[in-house]
């Protein structure tokens, strides 16, 4: 078993079980944390991102295999490719990634942290990965943070190609697309700019 | 360059003085919030009231003549308009007797940089956290300088969060310092939790602490509010840090002054090997110091404004305030 990654939650694991290639998410306990509290957090969050990949694996869409679930790990198979953010994306890219993000809304998931990292690529297909922030059944303010996130990391035409693939898929795109822009006019987050 | 710096957006009139960025005063006086909470005209008419005597106070600190004064800096937000008023033009009002330059000066970039210069550090992931302000940032832009937001509440401030829960079980003062203190001891029960990446929001955590009241001790409210809170705070704070590659951690605003927050964070810090930098109390109080210690340097990178162009703004977005180098 050998460490590859590190998130704010959870240690990222590779292993070989029955020679698969396997990887375990890990939820650590934090130290900052009061242990009733830590304990909750990582429970409840473990078995609802198991439940959540479960959800989107039944609806076909492409995730990792997940494979088991202890308290506070989950043991999902390995994907080979090369994440989203470290290649070069082209319109069908953002295209595709548009598509998967409408069926993933369709099956009443919101991801939580659409971004270009959390997309796998390996030849013409992506899957998704990391549903640590994912929700079920959340409202069209959830959904349109999934597209804000993307937005914030591609450029203008790459982001329009994102939505026409994400229309295309999405049941209720519209109202979605009209949320995004609502957020994008509130007051407070007008100026915002990222570091 | 002796530059002297006007605090008052909320309830701390304050005045400082600062010569090359050593603090030569610091002197202020602090609106009795008691059971009610701030009213606004109220707060505005002490700040009136107090300013003469606290300018008099912060020059013979000095030890320094009102005529010693080669710059003005006061806070342009954000804040509460009415109290902001009384700091903007008891500044103007100098500015224009002693004919010097003038500077206004965002509230959270006086807190920041006073904490992050006073620590040495260089370019560290901040958490601002106060009554009105909760946010997650670290320096951004090339030609133009800002503070960058990572993440922020959705709502309200964690300090103002804490205040409202004081002012609903009857503490007093009613702040969060009470809730600090009353908290010693106490036992964990379950608190609504939302963090959405480095978003964080405190509405809901308050409405569950508030019905509570009267179920619970207000011993063990009080603690599991502070340690639910300050867990969001610390989960999105990790977040940042692992995301921004970073290894400088700085804490500042009124809410830094709680031990356990500090605890927390100091938990984090190690476990990453980040460096970590505080503020003095004295500085993550609402203080006159830190608006002339940015001012200062505003003064002498040239951005000094005319009279006519002094204006306060209640909601002055910390990112689109300049910060030098």
């Known amino acids: 078993m050998k460490k590859i990654g590190e998130g704010a939650e959870a240690l990222i694991y590779a292993a070989k079980i029955y020679g698969a290639d396997v990887i375990i998410k890990y939820r650590q306990r934090k130290m900052y944390r009061a242990a009733e509290l830590d304990t909750k957090l990582r429970k409840t969050r473990t078995r609802k991102e198991a439940k959540i990949i479960a959800r989107v694996?039944?609806?076909?869409?492409?995730?990792?295999?997940?494979?088991?679930?202890?308290?506070?790990?989950?043991?999902?198979?390995?994907?080979?490719?090369?994440?989203?953010?470290?290649?070069?994306?082209?319109?069908?890219?953002?295209?595709?990634?548009?598509?998967?993000?409408?069926?993933?809304?369709?099956?009443?998931?919101?991801?939580?942290?659409?971004?270009?990292?959390?997309?796998?690529?390996?030849?013409?297909?992506?899957?998704?990965?990391d549903f640590g922030l994912s929700n079920i059944n959340k409202g069209s303010e959830e959904r349109a943070l999934d597209l804000l996130l993307m937005k914030r990391q591609l450029s203008p035409r790459l982001f329009s190609e994102f939505s026409s693939g994400y229309l295309k898929a999405a049941d209720s795109g519209n109202d979605t697309i009209k949320r995004l822009e609502e957020i994008l006019e509130r007051g407070r987050y007008q100026t915002r700019t990222l570091a | 360059m002796i530059t002297l710096g006007v605090e008052s957006s909320a309830h701390t009139f304050g005045v400082g003085i600062v010569d090359k960025g050593k603090i030569l005063a610091?002197?202020?006086?602090?609106?009795?919030?008691?059971?009610?909470?701030?009213?606004?005209?109220?707060?505005?008419?002490?700040?009136?009231?107090?300013?003469?005597?606290?300018?008099?106070?912060?020059?013979?600190?000095?030890?320094?003549?009102?005529?010693?004064?080669?710059?003005?800096?006061?806070?342009?937000?954000?804040?509460?308009?009415?109290?902001?008023?009384?700091?903007?033009?008891?500044?103007?009002?100098?500015?224009h007797k002693l004919h010097v330059p003038i500077v206004p000066v965002n509230h959270g970039i006086g807190h920041i940089e006073i904490a992050r210069i006073r620590s040495g550090l260089r370019d560290p992931v901040v958490l601002y956290v106060s009554g009105g302000n909760s946010q997650i940032l670290k320096i951004a832009g090339g030609s133009s300088r800002h503070y960058g937001v990572l993440g922020e509440t959705f709502d309200i401030g964690i300090g103002n969060m804490l205040d409202n829960f004081a002012r609903a079980a009857h503490l007093n003062p009613a702040w969060g310092s009470t809730v600090e203190k009353e908290a010693q001891g106490g036992r964990y029960i379950e608190m609504p939790y939302t963090v959405k990446g480095m978003d964080f929001s405190f509405t809901g955590i308050l409405t569950h602490s508030e019905k509570q009241l009267g179920k619970h001790s207000l011993r063990d409210i009080c603690f599991s509010l502070q340690e639910t809170s300050f867990s969001m705070l610390c989960e999105a704070i990790e977040r940042a840090m692992l995301l921004?590659?970073?290894?400088?951690?700085?804490?500042?605003?009124?809410?830094?002054?709680?031990?356990?927050?500090?605890?927390?964070?100091?938990?984090?810090?190690?476990?990453?090997?980040?460096?970590?930098g505080y503020a003095e109390n004295e500085f993550n109080a609402d203080n006159g110091a830190m608006i002339a210690f940015v001012a200062e340097?505003?003064?002498?990178?040239?951005?000094?404004?005319?009279?006519?162009?002094?204006?306060?703004?209640?909601?002055?977005?910390?990112?689109?305030?300049?910060?030098?180098?």
């Not at chain 1, 989950?74 to 548009?98: C, F, H, P, Q, V």
């Open chain 1, 57 to 129: 694996l039944e609806h076909g869409i492409p995730a990792p295999a997940l494979i088991g679930i202890g308290n506070f790990s989950i043991y999902m198979e390995r994907i080979s490719g090369i994440m989203l953010k470290d290649t070069r994306i082209s319109a069908n890219d953002a295209a595709l990634a548009g598509l998967l993000l409408g069926k993933l809304h369709n099956a009443g998931v919101t991801h939580g942290d659409f971004t270009p990292a959390n997309l796998i690529k390996s030849g013409k297909n992506i899957r998704i990965i």
């Open chain 2, 244 to 276: 921004t590659d970073s290894k400088e951690l700085c804490v500042c605003g009124g809410v830094a002054q709680n031990a356990r927050l500090k605890e927390m964070i100091g938990l984090i810090a190690a476990e990453h090997g980040a460096r970590i």
């Open chain 2, 297 to 325: 340097r505003m003064l002498k990178a040239g951005l000094g404004v005319r009279l006519n162009k002094c204006d306060i703004e209640q909601r002055y977005r910390i990112d689109s305030a300049t910060v030098v180098g």
């Open chain 2, 26 to 95: 610091n002197e202020k006086s602090m609106y009795k919030i008691g059971t009610t909470g701030m009213i606004p005209k109220k707060v505005a008419e002490f700040h009136a009231q107090n300013s003469g005597s606290v300018v008099e106070a912060a020059l013979s600190k000095a030890g320094i003549s009102i005529r010693d004064i080669d710059g003005i800096g006061y806070t342009r937000g954000p804040g509460i308009g009415n109290c902001l008023q009384v700091g903007q033009i008891v500044a103007k009002t100098l500015a």
